[in-house]
């Protein structure tokens, strides 16, 4: 489904992603983990457009998709949660979710002209609304739906970026960090999200999270970078065992275990 080979870029004479080449499939959730400053992110940006590669390819469902601008990545499926502040804060939380269910279907279906068709605005109308509040309800905020997105608490804010995610419906999910700042109560309900999404086979997850337990739980495939580099790629207990993470990684960063 989404394969990067060679895939490098360099910021002056810094190589922060270094010739990586790695394939994920359908059905897998993969973690990408390594200390900060590893490269993790860089990768992630490579991937969604959000930086353009100096050396290397990106390929989705096999169509090189390397110099394609972020948003037409969107479009074709990559989904790269949004940080609320990107969006509109003002706006409720339903309606948030709604712009996203929306604008999912006007790309797909054509770009804005589909959408000034008023036969379908009207009647499409209806059905983004159900399904902002399907997609609500799955993430447990829908009791919020009417709220502001900026009112919400910190850990709600996160459930929503992922609400957004999933209105897109994409085909590869990319979490960066998606428990960064919960509380110990809300950890539990953006990873139980996560696991509801890895019963699908249709989809490719991608996480990077320096929580090790839940890397250990969720994960299908655990890919180490370590100053840019791919250092380990394989099953979840082999990698985490393997000398170049416990040192790599555990040994030198022994307060992220514990973050
Ligand atoms: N836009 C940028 N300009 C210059 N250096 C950058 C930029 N983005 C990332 N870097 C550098 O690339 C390296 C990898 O960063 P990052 O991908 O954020 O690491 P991680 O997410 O693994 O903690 C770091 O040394 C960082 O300083
Ligand atoms: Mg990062």
Redesign the pocket.
Same mark, same amino acid.
Request: no cysteine; charged share 10%.
């Given at each position: 489904m989404l394969e990067t080979k060679d895939l490098t870029?360099r910021?002056?004479g810094?190589v922060? !992603?270094d010739h990586v080449s790695c394939r994920f499939e359908a059905g897998t959730l993969t973690s990408i983990v +390594?200390?900060?400053?590893?490269?993790?992110?860089?990768?992630?940006?490579l991937i969604s457009g959000q %930086?353009p590669a100096s050396e290397g390819t990106v390929t989705l469902g096999g169509e090189n998709i390397t110099t394609l601008p972020a948003a037409l990545r969107s479009r074709r499926g990559l989904g790269r949660a949004f940080q609320l502040t990107q969006l509109f804060p003002n706006l409720s939380v339903h309606e948030n979710v709604r712009l996203a269910v929306q604008a999912r279907d006007v790309g797909r279906s054509g770009g804005v002209w589909a959408a000034l068709d008023l036969w379908r605005v009207w009647s499409d109308h209806k059905a983004w609304i159900t399904e902002a509040t399907q997609v609500l309800e799955q993430v447990n905020l829908a009791d919020k739906a009417q709220l502001p997105a900026s009112s919400l608490p910190h850990g709600d804010q996160r459930k929503l970026e992922v609400a957004l995610l999933m209105a897109l419906d994409p085909k590869v999910y990319m979490f960066?960090e998606p428990t960064a700042g919960m509380s110990v109560d809300e950890v539990p309900v953006v990873l139980e999200l996560i696991r509801q999404l890895k019963r699908r086979k249709d989809i490719v997850i991608l996480l !990077?999270e320096h929580k090790m337990d839940v890397v250990r739980e969720l994960s299908d495939r655990i890919v180490v %970078?370590h100053n +840019?580099q791919l250092v380990a790629d394989g099953e979840p207990a082999a990698v985490i065992a393997s000398p170049v993470v416990q040192q790599a990684y555990l040994g030198m960063a022994p307060e992220e275990e514990a973050a």
């Open positions: 870029i910021f002056g810094h922060a !992603v +390594g200390p900060n400053g590893a490269g993790k992110t860089t990768y992630f940006n %930086l960066d !990077v %970078l +840019g």
